[in-house]
Nanobody, 124 residues
Framework: QVQLVESGGGLVQPGGSLRLSCAAS????????MGWFRQAPGKEREFVAA????????TYADSVKGRFTLSRDNAANAVYLQMNSLKPEDTAVYYC?????????????????WGQGTQVTVSS
């Protein structure tokens, strides 16, 4: 069992930066691939980024590629999503998720555990 708690969301102006953190409980964190998803009002949850168990591999949605960076610290049981050059269309609730079985899962259906989410609002 893995419990996930996101933090770091808030209000930021367009062009600004935020760093989201996801703290995980449990001794098996290093055996899970990790991902971030987001959901804007009236829209479906969409994939943002994923990172492999070791942290050596990452994949990103085209909409955030070059602006967002996902990393993890297995010793600290945490993943971090650095978001730069933020745009109003990045506004959403951001969710951290953990997957036991896949290498770089991009589908929400592949993930086994989810956090409660943190709100990110990009507005002037």
């Amino acid at each position: 069992q893995v419990q996930l708690v996101e933090s770091g969301g808030g209000l930021v102006q367009p062009g600004g930066s935020l760093r989201l953190s996801c703290a995980a409980s449990g001794r098996t964190f290093g055996t899970h691939s990790m991902g971030w998803f987001r959901q804007a009002p009236g829209k479906e949850r969409e994939f943002v980024a994923a990172i492999s168990r070791s942290g050596g591999d990452t994949t990103y949605a085209d909409s955030v590629k070059g602006r967002f960076t996902l990393s993890r610290d297995n010793a600290a049981n945490a993943v971090y999503l650095q978001m730069n050059s933020l745009k109003p269309e990045d506004t959403a609730v951001y969710y951290c998720a953990a997957d036991r079985g896949s290498w770089l899962p991009v589908s929400a259906y592949e993930y086994d555990y989810w956090g409660q989410g943190t709100q990110v609002t990009v507005s002037s």
